[in-house]
């Protein structure tokens, strides 16, 4: 079985521009959550989608938005990028509010 | 909100030997407590999880304690293998479907 995929898998970016980020759950998942894991740290936590619709938000400023589609795919946007932005950006799926399964990650690098 | 504290930030045991990882949370919503274990250059794993209405909980070598009243909950790996070396994080659900993480613990099985 396919698990959490995520695209890209590294992403260089300059301060001040907008990325997108993506992410396909497991089969059958409806929920997605997004994560920002900065080298070092534990994963932060940012949104929550189920059902394609917001469940919940971490502690992130608005620069940060996100979204799932139908699919039950989810993109995570952030505009404006800091140097701080630099981090794996993670996307959780999962079949309930709780067991959630990661993807390998996105690598995002602002200069 | 949720503060999730994990020691030891780092441990290094004899392969064969226990280990044992701690964490505390301070929201006694908290219902719900995962344990991941991440190798370089990958997402976490879900590698155990814990309910609030169940003490203890084992999956072959793996354990996990929970002891409400304290607020803190302990993974605990027996006959360590030097393939379970990697960084391990604690995490509890807290309101609103926020998940919270531990800063993990390095864990090196020396063979």
């Known amino acids: 079985d396919a698990g959490v995929t995520q695209s890209p898998t590294h992403l260089i970016k300059t301060r001040g521009q907008q990325v997108t980020l993506r992410c396909s759950p497991i089969?059958?998942?409806?929920?997605v959550s997004w994560y920002q894991q900065v080298l070092g740290q534990g994963p932060q936590f940012i949104f929550q989608?189920?059902?394609?619709?917001?469940?919940g938000r971490g502690n992130f400023p608005d620069r940060f938005s996100a979204r799932q589609f139908p699919n039950y795919s989810s993109e995570l946007n952030v505009n404006a990028l800091l140097l701080g932005d630099s981090a794996l950006y993670l996307c959780a799926s999962s079949l309930s509010y709780n067991e959630q399964f990661f993807g390998p990650g996105t690598r995002l690098t602002v200069l | 909100g949720e503060n999730v504290e994990q020691h030891p930030s780092t441990l290094s045991v004899q392969e064969g030997d226990s280990a044992v990882i701690k964490c505390t949370y301070s929201d006694s919503a908290s219902n719900y407590f995962p344990w991941y274990k991440q190798e370089l250059g990958k997402g976490p794993q879900l590698i155990i999880d814990i309910r609030s209405n169940v003490g203890e909980k084992k999956d072959q070598r793996i354990a996990v304690t929970l002891n409400k009243t304290a607020k803190h909950f302990s993974l605990h790996i027996t006959e360590t293998q030097p393939e379970d070396s990697a960084v391990y994080f604690c995490a509890a659900k807290g309101n609103f479907n926020k998940f919270y993480f531990g800063s993990g613990t390095k864990l090196n099985v020396k063979p």
């Open positions: 089969s059958g998942h409806k929920s």
């Open positions: 989608y189920y059902e394609k619709e917001e469940r």
